[in-house]
């Protein structure tokens, strides 16, 4: 299977994802307790993925002069910042996991603008996966994975965000579906600008940065006990064995 349909499907799986995660704040007599392990896990595989895997590989695509090593620093900024923008100053209010406080969605755009800042960072996780496939299967299946691990934890909190904005069930879980979209389009995008790979990883890598660092992380950090936090290190401890046997 060539790389770009190999991204195209996994985009849709990780787009079903976000569905899945959507149907558990739908569905009520569902348990959602396991998903703050999924935040836990994903987060330090997604940190050792970016800063082990992405990082070094976009700075080897820029090339290893001085010029080249900034370029790539610019770009990883730049889409570490692009989120920041979107999620916490663009949008009112933001963090994965239930939303509960719905007096602070009364108006119902600021849902939407929630949604719109996650919509971005979606983007961007088909792009990381597409840039990976087209430089090895090893790096796209890595990113991949790191994707996947948060996508029902994202796809849980659009679906919550809306029902606080007062929409109904069909539109909460519709809006986790959106981003399941989000994905597949960025997928679609880098398969058409193949050739600017070298712009997609390093941007992408500051994106699954963010994420990692200052979505994830900040939720595992409320939970008390050490149970969370282990799972953190369990999930950067899958990227070293994953690493040993197939890297």
């Known amino acids: 299977m060539s790389p770009i349909a190999l991204s195209i499907l996994l985009g849709l799986t990780a787009a079903a994802a976000n569905g899945f995660g959507g149907a558990v704040i739908v569905q009520k007599d569902w348990g959602r307790s396991y998903l ?3 935040v836990a896990l994903g987060s330090g595989f997604m940190l050792a993925t970016a800063l082990l895997e992405m990082v070094p590989e976009s700075i080897y695509q820029a090339g290893l002069s001085r010029e080249g090593l900034n370029k790539a620093l610019v770009l990883i900024l730049a889409g570490y910042f692009l989120v920041h923008l979107f ?3 663009v949008t009112p ?3 994965f996991g239930e939303e509960t406080h719905a007096e602070e969605f009364v108006a119902a755009h600021k849902g939407y603008s929630v949604l719109f800042g996650l919509a971005i960072h979606t983007f ?3 792009i990381a996966i597409t840039s990976g496939f087209l430089i090895s299967p090893w790096l796209g299946w890595v990113i991949f994975l790191a994707v996947f691990l948060h996508k029902i934890p994202e796809g849980f909190t659009a679906a919550s965000v809306m029902i606080a904005s007062g929409r109904s ?3 909460a879980w519709a809006a ?3 981003l399941g979209a989000a994905t597949l ?3 679609l995008t880098m398969a058409a600008f193949s050739r600017s790979v070298s ?3 390093p941007l992408s890598a500051g994106v699954t940065l963010y994420v990692a660092a200052s979505d994830l992380m900040p939720e595992v950090n409320k939970e008390p006990g050490i149970g969370m936090a282990a799972m953190v290190f369990v999930g950067a401890g899958i990227l070293f064995a994953l690493h040993h046997f197939f890297g």
Request: net charge positive; glycine share 12%.
């Open 36 to 38: 703050r392990y999924f």
């Open 93 to 95: 209010h933001f963090h």
């Open 199 to 201: 712009a997609g990883l």
């Open 124 to 126: 961007f996780d088909g």
């Open 169 to 171: 069930k069909r539109v």
């Open 185 to 187: 389009a960025g997928v």
């Open 176 to 178: 986790s579906a959106l």
């Open 87 to 89: 999620e916490h100053t």
